[in-house]
């Protein structure tokens, strides 16, 4: 299996602009997470799935973001419109029952600047 | 609620020398406990977990940590440290209670683990 996949890894963008994330996880894992990391915050959890259904959104800071996953191979983050405060390293993670409890695999990431 | 901390924001070693990275922990029942690295412009991996039985847990690459539940800690130790285990590492907690705390683990802010040759 390739691992989580992210895409773009590095996305840098005009504030205004929307911006949209992507991510495809392990194929047979049934949760998926969103999490930004920056160095002010550090790591926190966004949103999320559980068979393509979102469990908790709690972490999502404002109605500028979105996430979406329209299938269990697919999901989305979207940011519209963007703010330089919102420049961080976001990553996409999935696990499974059969991964144990809590064992995340997570992307590389994708880096995003809002200039 | 649930809350790790991790009092040294770096640690720095020299190879073939003991480490550990400190971690401490808040939840109101029974924790799940965790340990993940991170390597320059990579994403987390996982390390080693704590669910239940024997307070020490063995991982990947030699590392071990040590649940002890009256002080809430869980260090992170390794007998000799390599200059290849150079990284960030983070401690994380999720509470047992079940329901929709199932994904939400909470991790720590990161240590620094510096070893030098």
């Known amino acids: 299996d390739a691992g989580v996949i992210q895409s773009p890894r590095h996305e840098v963008t005009e504030m205004g602009q929307e911006v949209t994330l992507r991510c495809k996880p392990i194929?047979?894992?049934?949760?998926l997470f969103w999490y930004r990391q920056t160095m002010m915050r550090g790591l926190e959890l966004l949103i999320y799935?559980?068979?393509?259904?979102?469990?908790?959104d709690s972490g999502m800071p404002e109605d500028r973001f979105s996430a979406k996953m329209p299938n269990a191979s697919f999901s989305t983050l979207k940011i519209q419109p963007s703010e330089p405060r919102d420049s961080a390293v976001y990553f996409c993670?999935?696990?499974?029952?059969?991964?144990?409890?809590?064992?995340?695999?997570f992307g590389a990431g994708s880096r995003l600047t809002v200039l | 609620a649930q809350s790790v901390a991790q009092p040294e924001d770096q640690v720095n070693v020299a190879e073939g020398n003991p480490l550990t990275v400190k971690c401490t922990y808040s939840v109101s029942g029974n924790p799940y406990l965790f340990w993940y690295v991170q390597y320059p412009n990579r994403g987390l991996q996982f390390l080693l977990k704590?669910?239940?039985?024997?307070?020490l847990v063995k991982g990947s690459y030699g590392f071990e940590a040590e649940f002890n539940k009256s002080q809430t800690s869980f260090h992170l130790k390794k007998p000799s440290a390599l200059v290849s285990d150079s990284a960030l590492y983070f401690c994380a907690v999720r509470d047992n209670a079940g329901g929709t705390s199932y994904g939400k683990l909470t991790f720590g802010q990161g240590t620094i683990l510096t070893v030098h040759p």
């Open positions: 993670a999935s696990s499974g029952w059969l991964a144990g409890a809590n064992v995340l695999t």
């Open positions: 194929s047979g894992h049934d949760y």
């Open positions: 799935f559980n068979n393509n259904v979102p469990i908790d």
């Open positions: 704590y669910i239940t039985g024997d307070n």
